[in-house]
């Protein structure tokens, strides 16, 4: 009975990082219409009318969900740092990372959907104002890459200790998750640009890296949840 308790625990946690990708999505993708933002080369007038009148209830509303998401991210990273941490023994400092980087991606996230809210919060409010805070949250978000590297990167090590017969993650996600990793490096452009590929708007400052961290994100909760199933099974003994 403790034993199933514990893997219905740790099935939770790995879904939470499932709603976390939902809430983004329908909220802050979706409702906020944050898949085509506003463009970092707007000019501030423009910039203005997308947050406090085309967007205004739309980033808010958004916005307040992307932030609720971020609270769902942190049992899902530390979710992910446990079940690395199997494999990795009894000084899991590589899994340890990972569970932290991810918890430092929540905080990071959820003072980002802050910004873009008080963004749209006061219509009166200067362009100026209003462009400075959006800059903010698109620099703080993208430029965060490094924490979701480190993460990736951490996990991977772990994973290349798995030498089971049937590993936890499959080898060839572990590939994915280290080339996944080196291309966040297009998350560097939006701080050079603001039109482009690079700009926080473009294919590889902004669309890349969010289609990176989404797919590793629900492709190892996927296979962890498998690991969790061969565990209650008995095929694989628990921790």
Not at 139 to 146: D, N, V
Not at 213 to 223: D, E, F, H, I, P
């Amino acid at each position: 009975m403790q034993q199933q308790a514990s893997v219905t625990s740790q099935k939770i946690g790995l879904w939470c990082s499932w709603v976390f990708v939902a809430l983004t999505v329908i909220g802050w993708l979706g409702i906020a219409h944050f898949y085509a933002p506003a463009r970092a080369d707007l000019g501030l007038e423009a910039t203005k009318v997308w947050y406090t009148e085309t967007y205004h209830w739309q980033t808010i509303i958004g916005c307040t969900l992307f932030y609720i998401a971020c609270g769902f991210l942190v049992p899902a990273s530390i979710q992910f740092a446990i079940m690395l941490a199997k494999i990795e023994g009894r000084w899991p400092l590589w899994s340890i990372t990972a569970g932290v980087g991810g918890i430092f991606i929540s905080v990071i996230i959820f003072l980002n959907a802050c910004a873009w809210i008080v963004a749209a919060y006061r219509p009166e409010t200067g362009a100026d104002v209003i462009q400075a805070w959006n800059d903010w949250a698109w620099m703080a978000f993208l430029l965060g890459w490094i924490y979701l590297a480190v993460e990736m990167i951490a996990s991977a090590i772990v994973e290349m200790q798995d030498m089971r017969p049937v590993p936890m993650i499959p080898r060839w996600l572990t590939w994915f998750t280290f080339a996944g990793a080196a291309s966040l490096l297009t998350a560097i452009g939006p701080a050079f640009f603001q039109s482009g590929p690079f700009a926080y708007h473009g294919l590889l400052g902004f669309y890349l890296p969010m289609a990176v961290w989404g797919t590793y994100l629900l492709l190892t909760s996927w296979y962890m949840l498998k690991e969790l199933d061969r565990e209650a099974s008995g095929l694989r003994e628990p921790a």
